[in-house]
Structures are given as C-alpha cells and as structure tokens.
C-alpha cells in the first residue's frame, strides 16, 4: 500500500534532515572545524525513514555504530546526537558514550552497540521482556550485510522464531561489510534468503525506494505485532562515504560508486514527489532550507556547550561489591 501524500512528505523530510545531518559531519571534520569520529550513513536515509514512519512510538530501536540516519529517524534530538558525537554534556550520553553507544529510551532508541552482529540479541531480549509483560509494542533490530555472518545474529534469529517473539530483523545491506563486499563473505545471493533456515519470512526490497520499505515494514510490524513472530527485512542499498570517516574506499569500483550516486535515493525520492503531484519544488526547496537551518542551530548549541568535567568521572556508573575469600 502506497503511504499518504503526508506520510510521504514527512518521509522526505527525515531524508532531508539525515542528508544534511550527515553532510555537515563530513564537511565539518574535513575542514578542520571540529573533531569527532563517526561512521557515516549517506545513501542510506530511505531506509532510516521508512522505519520512522512505519514504528509506533513505543516500539524500540536496536541499531548499530552507524545509526546517525536511524537515530533521527526515531526521534532522538540532534543536539543530543551531535552532542554524543563532538564529547560534550549536551549529548544523549553527557559525552561520555561517542558515537558507537548513543541511546535514548525515552525516544524508544534501546542501544547503538559498536561491535558487529551484537545488537540482535539484546533485540530478542527486549521483545522477550515485551511479551511478558503483556505490552504491544516490537523491537526492530537494524544492522549490515556483514552482522548476518556472526554467531549472534544466527542465534538471535533462531531464538526469536523459535519463540515467536514480536522482533523484525532489518538489514540495511550497503553491500560492503566494512572493506569487504557481500559477495567474499556468504555464498547466498540475498541475505533475506537466511530467514528460511530459522522458518520466518524474508524479503529483499529496494533500500533506495522508501515506499517499497515501508510496505514491507509494515508487513513484518503487523505479523510480529499480531504474534506470529518475526521477519527479516533485507533492504539493499549502498554507502557513498566509507566505512569510517577518512576512509578513501579505493576497494570500491568507480563504476559502482558511480552507478551508486546515480540512484541516491533523496533526489530520487524528490523527484518522485514532484512528478506525483504531492509536493511542489518550493514546498520541497523549504525541508531542505529547514533540514540544513536544523542543523546548524544544533551544531552551534553543540559547540558552545562544556565537555564533562572530571566530576563526570564518577557518575552513571554502576559497581558492585564482590567479596572474595582471604587465603592465608
């Protein structure tokens, strides 16, 4: 089912804000403006979006170090992301946490784990703990091509169906894992095709086209929310930056990055809005201006704020006490 003009307009303009989000990242790292490290998400928003438009509030978010465009997606201030980012106590972490571990359960964004392939698991959990307390709310776990070849992963899918828990597994499959393209790393030709062995559906969408996404998305949401379990969302795409910021992707073919460019799903979504009649190019020329005028008041609040002081050393952390045993 095609989304609402609205929902199709409030989609372009969570693209519009995870572009110029990302954008401004990279211009300011690269001019020297300001420091941090951040794996980029560029050419991958359609995917970000349709999983904003398509989760109720209440449902959580498990993503990964590369959830910028997931991030905003479900709600999480920019400030608060940027905050994490540059090391300062107006992050969702008090700058305490970096990139790879920005969270917000308030915004239902449960974890953003650095380590490939971990987040799945703490996704079954989550939905475990949501069926025993009765609450109708899914976990949607998002990761990368290259977390489908963990242990964690297979183990989280088996789990999940087995106990048909209210999980949907969405991979945003950019088609390198880190260096390395899907192809060396899984003899399958489509990651989707993995959800057989655990006895859930899979299916493989257009990662560019939001509307096919959120139709799938919906699909899984309303199985999992209906107690039937979960499903995996293979959503294929592409990452026009590196792995990592700096990274100068000589492993990628001019003609595949080229091929990439050619098919970044916000003009191309812009396009379709315009030639479906929904919005007009002033209409659309206003989320842009809005988009980047967003980000740079963030950005400004962000520089002007402190960085933890060292009483920061103490706080949010939790110890207990463990007695051991005197040998004498």
């Known amino acids: ?21 990302d954008d401004r990242l990279s211009r300011g790292i690269g001019t020297g403006e300001f420091m941090c490290v951040y794996w980029p998400s560029r050419g991958q928003e359609a995917i970000a979006a349709a999983m904003a438009v398509s989760m109720r509030d209440d449902d959580q978010l498990v993503t990964t170090y590369r959830g910028l465009h997931d991030l905003i997606g479900k709600g999480v ?4 992301i940027y905050g994490e980012m540059m090391g300062r106590t107006v992050g969702a972490g008090r700058g305490k946490g970096g990139t790879m571990h920005i969270a917000n359960p308030d915004r239902g964004v449960m974890l953003s784990t650095g380590i490939v392939g971990a987040g799945p698991p703490v996704a079954v959990g989550l939905a475990m703990a949501a069926r025993r307390k009765g609450l109708d709310r899914v976990t949607v776990v998002s990761f990368g091509d290259g977390a489908t070849n963990t242990g964690s992963f297979h183990e989280a899918a088996n789990m999940a169906a087995l106990w048909e828990l209210p999980t949907v597994f969405v991979c945003q499959n950019n088609l390198y894992a880190e260096m390395t393209p899907t ?28 509307i096919a996404v959120t139709a799938a998305l919906g699909n899984a949401l309303a199985r999992a929310r ?33 091929a990439a460019v ?7 979504f812009r396009r379709h809005l315009i030639e ?16 980047l ?3 740079e008041e963030a950005l400004k609040n962000v520089l002007a704020a402190d960085a933890p002081s060292p009483a920061e050393l103490d706080r949010d952390v939790y110890a207990t006490r463990i007695g051991f045993p005197t040998y004498r």
């Open 1 to 21: 089912m095609t989304p609402p003009a609205d929902v199709q307009r409030r989609i372009y303009a969570l693209m519009a804000l995870m572009k110029a989000a």
């Open 77 to 80: 201030p920019l400030e608060e």
């Open 183 to 210: 192809g060396d790393t899984m003899k399958l030709d489509h990651v989707s095709d993995r959800a057989a062995g655990y006895g859930m559906p899979g299916v493989r969408v257009d990662g560019n086209d939001p």
């Open 226 to 258: 209906a107690g039937d379990g979960p499903s995996l969302v293979e959503c294929v795409t592409f990452r026009f930056r590196g792995h990592y910021f700096g990274d100068r992707m000589p492993y990628i073919p001019d003609e595949q990055m080229a």
């Open 262 to 268: 050619d098919a970044d799903p916000v003009p191309r």
């Open 276 to 291: 479906s009649g929904i919005c007009g190019d002033d209409d659309l020329a206003q989320i842009d201006e809005g988009a």
């Open 293 to 295: 005028a967003a980000v």
